[in-house]
C-alpha cells in the first residue's frame, strides 16, 4: 500500500528521552505544526518514535524530501522519515463491523440456527 503525500509524518530515531516539548520544538522550526505525539519504543529498539503533524502539507513534505536520513537541527542522530496514514478512530473502518451481531433479529421463520 503506497501511502499519500500528507500532512502527517512518522519519525523513527528520536531520542528515547526526548520529551514531546523537545520534539515540538525541534520540528516546529520546520513549520508550524498542528500536533506531536511521542510513540511506545518498540520492544529491542534503542531508539524512540513519534507522530508530527504540520499546520501546512507542503512543509510536511520539503521536511520529508530534505531531512529524511539526515540530522535534524537540535538532533545529534540521523531520523528517517515517512508519511504517516490518515488518523484512524478506534472502532471504526470496514473492519470494525467485522463479527458484530446484527442489530435486528432476521426476520422469517425465528432466531434459530436450525
Known amino acids: 500500500q503506497v501511502i499519500?503525500?500528507?500532512d502527517r509524518l512518522f519519525i523513527q530515531g528520536v531520542p528515547m528521552d526526548a520529551t514531546e516539548e523537545r520534539l515540538r520544538e525541534v520540528f516546529s522550526q520546520y513549520g508550524?505544526?498542528?500536533?506531536v505525539q511521542k510513540l511506545p519504543p518498540?520492544?529491542?529498539v534503542s531508539y524512540a518514535s513519534c507522530l508530527v503533524q504540520f499546520q501546512i502539507q507542503s512543509q510536511a513534505k520539503w521536511l520529508h524530501d530534505n531531512?529524511?536520513?539526515?540530522i535534524p537541527l537540535g538532533l545529534e542522530a540521523p531520523v528517517a522519515i515517512s508519511y504517516a496514514g490518515p488518523v484512524v478512530q478506534q472502532g471504526t473502518g470496514p473492519a470494525?463491523?467485522?463479527g458484530k451481531a446484527p442489530a435486528e433479529a432476521?426476520?422469517?421463520?425465528?432466531?434459530t440456527p436450525y
Open 67 to 70: 531531512v529524511n536520513h539526515n
Open 96 to 98: 470494525a463491523e467485522y
Open 42 to 44: 518498540a520492544p529491542g
Open 32 to 35: 508550524p505544526l498542528t500536533s
Open 106 to 111: 432476521p426476520t422469517g421463520r425465528g432466531s
Open 4 to 6: 499519500e503525500e500528507t
